[in-house]
């Protein structure tokens, strides 16, 4: 077992009833690193989530949380996690304050150490002066905060987060990865969370990509641009089918249609748009031209689009 | 490991502590639900009301050898269990709002055992019924029946043994629903006919009845609670005027075991991942 690893799992493999959600994952995540798992909704995160968290049991292949075997020792791994679920866990009827001592109860917290834990989370994360407001009465933005609060309040040296930033404006996004790279920098804290957002992702330290169970790529965010093999052309015209064909036997490489568009991946991407518009006069309708994006590392990967429509993960 | 997350662990999370807090955040909850609490006070009262208003009149038991039982005196006990059913049984419906809230996975990622979670839930749930009950006994001893000290503190004992049994077994049924309508029609079909069949509504006869009477524990929860309601512990003969009741130890025995079959019952289904955990 390696010792710096936060979280090592092999060969993971999950169902529900006949429908495989996750399968055959491998990949570990170093201790202090902000992890990301991307991928589109039904991809497998929110299972991959669930079985970290303990939520669901293991059902195949193996995984340890800082060495300890989710199969054997989830209660120890309970102690060492936070969790912050997409799902609100909050109790409306209490108080921000209310919410916090439960929570601090619930992992043994008590007396002195449990006020002062209380009372840094909440000036960490600009709540003091809401502490005795109900959750009712509280923004999305700020039950966000106070649901970070929860997940941190025991001083877990693993924070794990759904889809954190669901329902979130841009500030209180921003916000909150400034909160996140600070418990890494200032407690040690290792940071695992979903998203469906790609530029989301990219503020990660490593991202995994996962497809409809499948993890289709892991490194850093510039690695896996690296890995795309130069800038992407996207043509639209009345028949790409057709003119993929004739672009690839004109100039000799790979052109691929992706949901009705002629896609390429060529380096010098700009002088070669000129010449594919002049050897097909009138066929090219729209040219787009992007250097390479976490976007294009899926599509290249998958071979499909990554479909973002905004919707949180469900099942 | 740097300092500051070598502390997590300085103590393992007590189970009790679990349960105590559990059980404070379901009475907190209650108690700021306005419309909740008045509920819970106006039905006894409603009860106090009818019975005070009309019913006071003599009542004479099928099968019984004395006259004077009055209508009151039969029915009190049954509705005190009726109080203590309704209330204990809609309590543990917040499990099905905690799992839609989001809350209980919170709790089920916690290092709690599942049965410090059970406890804590019934144990709220119960208390809650319990204070609806000691309400009815008190506005009971308005009209009519005197109660001694010691009598009142066994009485109160024994209905909480009644309300555990009886949120546990709410909390066994609301484990697996996804729905409060759900809960409503399993309340109608099953737990009604469980109290209308418990000798609180009308005493066994020869029919097959009396075999269902016989197998429903919550009818020797009526019945101890009957004799404990009359009991004169100064008096030897203890089997007036309920010549037709289970015995006190059968009683007494039944509902014991009855609230811990319950827990023990609830604590398994608990511990089984059930697709409503799976909330997101």
Not at chain 1, 89 to 110: A, F, I
Not at chain 1, 195 to 208: P, V
Request: glycine content about 8%; some cysteine; hydrophobic content about 45%.
């Amino acid at each position: 077992m390696n010792s710096s690893s936060a979280i090592r799992v092999t060969g993971l493999t999950h169902h529900y009833d006949d429908r495989c959600a996750v399968n055959d994952l491998s990949f570990d995540v170093e201790v202090g690193e902000i992890f990301a798992f991307v991928g589109p909704n039904g991809g497998g995160k929110t299972t991959l989530f669930r079985v970290l968290s303990t939520l669901v049991p293991l059902q195949k292949g193996d995984a340890a949380i800082f060495g300890h075997s989710l199969r054997t020792d989830a209660s120890e791994i309970r102690r060492q996690i936070g969790v912050v679920f997409q799902a609100p866990g909050l109790d409306h009827k209490l108080s921000v304050d209310e919410n916090l001592r439960h929570q601090g109860h619930l992992y043994g917290l008590t007396a002195a150490s449990l006020r002062e834990r209380c009372d840094k989370m909440l000036s960490q994360l600009g709540l003091t002066a809401r502490r005795g407001d109900l959750v009712e009465k509280l923004s999305g933005g700020l039950r966000r905060r106070v649901e970070l609060a929860k997940g941190m309040l025991h001083r877990p040296r693993l924070l794990l987060l759904d889809e954190p930033s669901t329902g979130l404006d841009p500030a209180a996004r921003n916000d909150l990865w400034t909160y996140l790279r600070q418990i890494r920098e200032q407690e040690d804290v290792t940071v695992v969370l979903t998203t469906h957002l790609l530029e989301e992702a990219e503020r990660a330290d490593r991202i995994a990509i996962l497809d409809k169970g499948n993890l289709v790529a892991l490194d850093t965010p510039d690695a896996l641009r690296d890995t795309v093999g130069g800038d992407a052309i996207t043509i639209q015209t009345a028949d790409s089918r057709q003119l993929a064909d004739d672009i690839g036997a004109e100039f000799q490489f790979p052109v691929e249609v992706i949901d009705g568009a002629v896609r390429l991946e060529q380096p010098e991407g700009h002088r070669l748009i000129a010449r594919i518009v002049e050897a097909f006069p009138g066929r090219v309708d729209a040219v787009t031209f992007s250097r390479p994006s976490l976007e294009d590392v899926f599509i290249d990967r998958t071979g499909h689009r990554f479909c973002q429509d905004g919707a949180p993960e469900k099942g | 490991m740097t300092e500051s997350t070598a502390t997590i662990n300085e103590r393992p999370a007590g189970p009790w502590l679990a349960v105590w807090t559990l059980c404070q955040r379901e009475l907190v909850r209650f108690f700021r639900q306005r419309n909740r609490v008045i509920g819970a006070v106006g039905q006894p009262v409603l009860f106090w009301i009818l019975f005070g208003a009309g019913f006071g009149s003599s009542f004479s038991m099928p099968g019984g050898d004395n006259g004077h039982t009055t209508y009151f005196q039969y029915y009190f006990p049954g509705t005190l269990v009726l109080i203590i059913l309704f209330t204990a049984i809609f309590a543990t419906i917040s499990i099905i709002e905690d799992r839609r809230e989001g809350f209980l996975q919170a709790v089920l990622v916690a290092p709690v055992p599942r049965w410090a979670l059970v406890l804590g839930k019934v144990f709220g749930g119960s208390l809650i019924a319990l204070a609806q009950g000691v309400l009815f006994l008190a506005l009971g001893m308005t009209i009519g029946i005197p109660f001694s000290l010691l009598q009142i503190l066994v009485v109160i004992l024994y209905m909480f043994v009644i309300a555990v049994g009886l949120t546990a077994l709410g909390f066994t049924i609301a484990w697996r629903l996804d729905s409060t309508q759900g809960f409503h029609a399993i309340m109608s079909i099953f737990l009604i006919p469980m109290w209308l069949l418990s000798g609180a509504f009308f005493p066994a006869d020869d029919s097959w009845l009396r075999w269902v009477l016989r197998v429903n524990p919550l009818t020797y929860a009526v019945a101890g609670l009957r004799r404990l309601l009359y009991w004169d512990p100064f008096s030897q003969a203890a089997d007036v005027p309920f010549p037709d009741l289970p015995s006190p130890s059968v009683c007494y025995l039944v509902t014991v075991l009855f609230s811990a079959a319950s827990l023990i019952v609830a604590w398994q289904t608990a511990r089984r991942t059930t697709k409503g955990d799976l909330l997101s």
